[in-house]
């Protein structure tokens, strides 16, 4: 079992910027996988990006050239640098964690921290 402690939501104005950080907790686990989704009012929970322990990326394509997930592997930590925010991005984003063992994937899942985008 993997523990995420989310930072770094708030609000904040169109085309300004705010770094997310998730820090993972020490785990007997693997973590092959972390990444932010967002759950906007009345929508359902999406896929903003992930990253590989190799580095390989996903980014959502309603925030790419903005959003740069990034990790620091000796801190266990993921980064969600957005940039040119807009008010369609406002939403609580969640950080995740998947671990496989033995072949079953495991999911582990941040509070959640707002981010609001005002006009």
């Known amino acids: 079992q993997v523990q995420l402690v989310e930072s770094g939501g708030g609000l904040v104005q169109a085309g300004g910027s705010l770094r997310l950080s998730c820090a993972a907790s020490?785990?007997?686990?693997?973590?092959?996988?972390m990444g932010w989704y967002r759950q906007a009012p009345g929508k359902q929970r999406e896929l903003v990006a992930r990253i590989t322990t190799t580095g390989s990326t996903n980014i959502a394509d309603s925030v790419k050239g903005r959003f740069t997930i990034s990790r620091d592997n000796a801190k266990n930590t993921v980064y969600l640098q957005m940039n040119s925010l807009k008010p369609e991005d406002t939403a609580v984003y969640y950080c995740n964690a998947v671990t496989v063992v033995v072949s079953r994937v495991y999911d582990s899942w941040g509070q959640g921290t707002q981010v609001t985008v005002s006009s």
């Open positions: 020490r785990s007997t686990f693997s973590i092959d996988a």
